[in-house]
């Protein structure tokens, strides 16, 4: 499998940046599964460095793209369960040129959006045209391409869905694309052949073929913050479906893996995700 995305620069409760985006986090996944796995990710020049630990540990595994600038976020809690956040910079977008640099060669395809204008429709349906199985981030549907405090919304272009196998929402992300309550008449709406809402310790809820399973969580992972648990998620769910998996064991396994770096989380006080070995 294949996960893209953005860097980012992270500022979490004021302490000193650290590295962001799907690739910080979805390292552990892919080398947790024994299926070839690449990352690649794009971000401005001289904000490499910052991410100079990560490409030690993933080593051939992690590419990254230059462009002109990088996502950044400051993300403040309130409590380990609450957050505010802001869009400091807007990162780059991924069109014909970048598809061509990455050049991505698996089946399946992990899409990690931080926020909407990130990966096009006119993208999408290029991978889409290329024989790939594309897993979307719902956060690519919900957030405005907007500097300041997040803005989140249903405006996005229903030219997206057309394109993506696979598409992962928090409950929260879920509820602004229903607005309201997530039921199988909203995936019906959506039409997308199979929707993940995830609702953390409570478990997941797998929309495909016209029925709904509730795949409970691994266990219980309290106090701790979870920056970075969504892409863990989706990136070892998208490797397990890769590697011939079916939905509801690929999210079992997914939901194992959250947990034990949310337990890892706990004892070294980092949201540095732990690399098996």
């Known amino acids: ?22 690739a910080s986090f979805a390292g552990v996944a892919l080398t947790s599964v024994d299926v070839p796995g690449r990352l690649v990710a794009m971000g401005a020049e001289r904000d490499h460095a910052l991410f100079d630990d990560l490409a030690e540990q993933l080593g051939p595994m992690l590419h990254i793209l230059p462009s002109d600038r990088t996502s950044s976020f400051r993300l403040d ?32 395809l992990h899409l990690a959006p931080l926020l909407r204008t990130d990966f096009p429709a006119e993208t999408l349906a290029l991978l889409d045209a290329r024989g790939h199985r594309i897993v979307y981030d719902g956060q690519g549907l919900v957030r405005a391409d907007r500097v300041g405090p997040m803005v989140v919304d249903r405006h996005f272009s229903p030219e997206l869905l057309r394109h993506i196998s696979v598409l992962k929402l928090a409950e929260d992300e879920a509820i602004v694309v229903a607005d309201g309550p997530f039921d199988g008449s909203t995936a019906d709406r959506l039409g997308v052949p199979e929707i993940l809402v995830t609702y953390g310790s409570e ?8 029925t ?16 970075g648990a969504g892409d863990m998620f989706t990136a070892c769910y998208t490797a397990h479906r890769a ?3 079916d939905c509801r064991r690929a999210v079992e396994l997914a ?10 989380r706990l004892r070294t006080g980092s949201v540095r995700p732990v690399l098996p070995g």
């Open 212 to 227: 709904v399973v509730r795949v409970p969580a691994a266990w219980r992972v309290e106090g701790v913050q979870t920056t």
């Open 203 to 210: 478990g997941c809820d797998i929309y495909a073929d016209g």
């Open 255 to 264: 939901s194992e893996l959250v947990a034990r770096q949310l337990e890892q």
């Open 77 to 108: 809690y309130t409590d380990v369960d609450h957050r505010r956040m802001y869009v400091d910079a807007i990162g780059p977008v991924w069109g014909a040129a970048e598809i061509e640099a990455a050049d991505p060669s698996t089946t399946w």
């Open 1 to 22: 499998m294949t996960v893209m995305g953005n860097l980012a620069i992270d500022v979490i409760d004021g302490a000193p940046p650290t590295p962001g985006g799907c």
């Open 243 to 245: 590697a011939g998996e």
